[in-house]
């Protein structure tokens, strides 16, 4: 594959050096190291379809011409300047750096020239994403139309051709951004908090390859590792009823298997005692694809599989987990943008795509989660070679609040029409990476419509992986059950019969670093923010540890947001130009492995009222004289069970309630005056070794035990299922007594313009000592 890559990069090199010495990166904008890597007379010029490769292509990445006019012009002279592409209009690489706006058109064109030996068959041309309405030209014919942010697409333009002459492409290209209902992700024409720089145009590789008249077009695949056998199917576009597909499985050159088939009917290849797919073993069968005419050889592509199996089953104790390959495997990723500050969506380079994937490897994490982004089919390629587990999200548009709507929202006709295409697409073009595990089909509620039908759908077309909406709204349908939470991870009491229960987004610690900002005068921000690094390293591991209490009841896999900062948010292990690891990867890799080698059986000290309820004494007026203390006389306070709070209806919450997450959301002992005051006794057998408070309340508290203040908090998680763990620090252990204790609690209510609407407050001690 490398040579080919040399060979299709030099023919363009004569081509493009005059125009390269007037490129260079729009200045005053954050580079990486990888920034001064891009050459312009050939950037990304690696094969851009590892899954398919022909031995001949041409890559058209370089300096295009390219001009900006009124959406209404319907022709234009294209002489703004030049372009690098695959880098957005909107990002520094391209050597623009300017907004397109909705009400605009973009105008690209090049020439190229078609090697005399390929006029034998056909010539494609294709397109690894253009953001989003596209009208491509050849020699001034129309080769066709696309309409996507992220999928690749492909033109037959064998007869747009002039033999023996220079060709020249041009595009057409608008982009609604967020005025338009069309998926985008994260978007936006005035970037703030979590929505970052629009991306329009071209921004992944564009490329032509000679083709037969009878080639193979796709193919999609399917291992079975319980029944040793790898299923796969390919589409030949000319075929006729001489035409057959040939496919041969190899290991390490020698063939193992072989089977031959019609074009669109299945495959069987025998792969018998397969070496599996994993992230500590991530094995990959090569695999060639031969059309056969009248037994001869027509065409042929190179490519690759891995025999691995993603399944929800129970565990030995019978509780459901995430599978792969038949075995539990805690999955632990970072929620992972893809965001660059020199290209935007685009990486400046391979290297640069691959680095983040390492880092993650060498941090001890053995999942991402790709956030609403689809990437260029050689992210995953290296996902698959280096052993990394891809949870895959499909990318919003349309309405971004499902919150007060738990049943769906109706969509517009042309927004779910342009939804279900890109989400089909993404499936067809990414579905034979073994990489690919999880298709998260809503995010946080983000465009969802449909009820239950579109997981549905998604797991009936794709019948080898998961599918799940992850955050907020829950369907009841899918594979997984699933709850973001920040800064702490929350959790699912109820996920189903049949679905496993994951944390899909937690974390978002906040740790800007001077100089490597994307703007260090805006609001650099995390969900909670550190500007001492010994102070962030503590929380992530408190965080971690948070997560280890959790994995003995269920949790199968959880994702930290984020890889890297991107533009106004600080929350990323790495900064955004990847120059800063917050936590050098070492030491998170430390930290992250007792996630898989030591899970943690809390001991419940004193119980909270989650389950049962616990009778307190408590009062609503200010009690008088030493009221945290043993022995002090509350005979006059009122007795009720917890949790004590106000029986709110959902809709003041201000967000579909949702059961699964705090079933005991109803008060034991209504709770509305602004404070209140708390006192209980419970036994200890033993004393404990390191204790930790399970406090639910909003939005302050105080903890004593024994008339000691042992923890005081003030970040209202006011549920069960988002209850943080607060450790009871050494020097207040001395508080605990065999025999007899008292815990007395302050509380103080959130007074917030809805009315009390989280109001709670209750409080359970448990021990994580060993026991």
């Not at 030949?236 to 290991?251: C, E, H, N, P, S």
């Not at 018998?272 to 001869?296: Q, R």
């Not at 670093?513 to 690094?533: F, Q, R, S």
């Not at 029986?647 to 967000?655: F, I, R, T």
Request: hydrophobic letters at 35%.
């Amino acid at each position: 594959m490398r040579k080919v890559i040399i060979t299709a990069c030099v023919c363009w090199f004569a081509t493009t050096a005059s125009f390269a010495a007037a490129w260079q990166p729009v200045a005053g904008t954050m580079t990486t190291k990888w920034t001064a890597e891009v050459d312009p007379r050939c950037p990304l010029p690696e094969y851009p379809r590892p899954q398919m490769v022909r031995a001949q292509w041409e890559n058209l990445n370089g300096l295009w011409k390219y001009a900006v006019t009124a959406k209404s012009k319907t022709s234009s002279e294209i002489n703004d300047g030049e372009i690098l592409v695959p880098f957005a209009i909107e990002s520094a690489l391209s050597g623009v750096k300017r907004t397109f706006k909705p009400s605009e058109k973009l105008w690209y064109e090049r020439s190229f020239e078609v090697p005399a030996k390929w006029r034998e068959g056909k010539v494609l041309l294709h397109f690894g994403a253009v953001d989003y309405y596209t009208t491509v030209y050849v020699n001034g014919k129309k080769a066709g139309d696309h309409e996507g942010c992220g999928d690749a697409f492909t033109f037959d333009i064998t007869g747009l051709l002039v033999p023996g002459e220079t060709q020249q492409v041009s595009l057409e290209v608008t982009d609604p951004t967020d005025e338009g209902k069309q998926p985008r992700g994260k978007q936006v024409l005035k970037p703030h908090g979590i929505y970052y720089t629009a991306v329009s145009g071209i921004w992944k590789t564009v490329w032509i390859e000679p083709v037969p008249e009878k080639y193979i077009s796709d193919f999609a695949s399917a291992p079975d590792i319980d029944r040793g056998i790898f299923t796969i199917n390919a589409r030949v576009t000319g075929g006729d009823g001489a035409t057959m597909v040939r496919y041969t499985a190899l290991d390490g050159g020698k063939q193992i298997a072989t089977a031959t088939a019609k074009p669109g009917e299945n495959a069987v290849l025998n792969i018998p005692n397969a070496k599996l797919w994993c992230p500590d073993s991530p094995f990959l069968y090569d695999l060639k694809i031969e059309v056969l005419h009248s037994g001869k050889v027509v065409d042929s592509v190179g490519s690759y599989f891995g025999m691995r199996k993603i399944a929800v089953a129970k565990d030995a104790r019978g509780i459901n987990r995430i599978m792969l390959n038949n075995k539990v495997m805690f999955q632990y990723g970072f929620l992972d943008q893809g965001w660059w500050p020199d290209g935007l969506l685009t990486a400046p380079t391979d290297e640069a795509l691959q680095s983040d994937i390492i880092f993650t490897k060498n941090a001890g994490y053995n999942t991402i989660r790709k956030h609403i982004k689809i990437e260029p089919d050689r992210f995953y390629y290296h996902c698959d070679k280096l052993g990394m587990i891809v949870w895959q999200d499909a990318v919003s548009g349309d309405d971004y609040n499902l919150k007060n709507s738990p049943k769906g929202l109706e969509k517009d006709p042309t927004a779910a029409r342009q939804f279900e295409h890109g989400l089909k697409a993404m499936i067809d073009q990414l579905r034979n990476h073994p990489c690919i595990v999880n298709w998260v089909v809503f995010n946080e509620g983000w465009g969802q419509y449909g009820g239950r039908k579109w997981i549905d759908w998604t797991k009936q077309y794709d019948t080898t992986r998961l599918a799940e909406v992850t955050g907020w709204v829950d369907m009841g349908n899918g594979d997984i059950c699933d709850t973001h939470r920040y800064p702490a991870p929350g959790r699912v009491e109820n996920p189903g019969p049949d679905r496993a229960f994951v944390v899909g987004e937690f974390g978002g610690l906040g740790l800007p670093i001077k100089g490597h900002l994307w703007n260090p005068d805006m609001d650099n921000w995390g969900y909670a923010t550190y500007t001492d690094p010994q102070a962030f390293k503590e929380a992530y591991e408190h965080l971690v540890f948070h997560l280890r209490t959790m994995i003995d009841g269920g949790l199968s896999a959880a994702i930290y947001t984020q890889t890297t900062d991107v533009e106004g948010e600080v929350n990323g292990m790495l900064t955004y130009d990847r120059a800063k690891e917050k936590i050098p990867s070492g030491e998170l890799a430390a930290i992250n492995k007792l996630l898989y080698t030591s899970p943690i059986d809390l001991t419940i000290l004193m119980p909270n009222s989650e389950r049962t309820p616990q009778q307190w004494r408590y009062t609503t007026a200010k009690p008088q004289g030493e009221w945290t203390a043993v022995g002090y006389d509350d005979s006059s306070w009122k007795q009720g069970p917890g949790m004590f709070g106000y029986n709110h209806p959902a809709w003041q919450l201000g967000y579909a309630y949702d059961e699964r997450t705090d079933p005991a959301h109803i008060p034991g002992t209504e709770w509305r005056t602004d404070e209140i005051w708390l006192r209980r006794d419970f036994t200890l057998d033993k004393l404990p070794t390191d204790p930790y408070l399970q406090v639910r309340y909003d939005e302050y508290a105080q903890v004593y035990v024994n008339g000691v203040l042992v923890a005081e908090v003030s970040n209202r998680p006011a549920h069960y299922s988002h209850s943080d763990l607060v450790r009871i620090a050494a020097d207040k252990l001395s508080a605990f007594r065999k025999g007899e204790n008292t815990i007395a609690v302050y509380c103080k209510r959130n007074k917030e313009p809805k009315g009390p609407a989280n109001q709670s407050i209750d409080v359970a001690i448990v021990d994580a000592g060993k026991q």
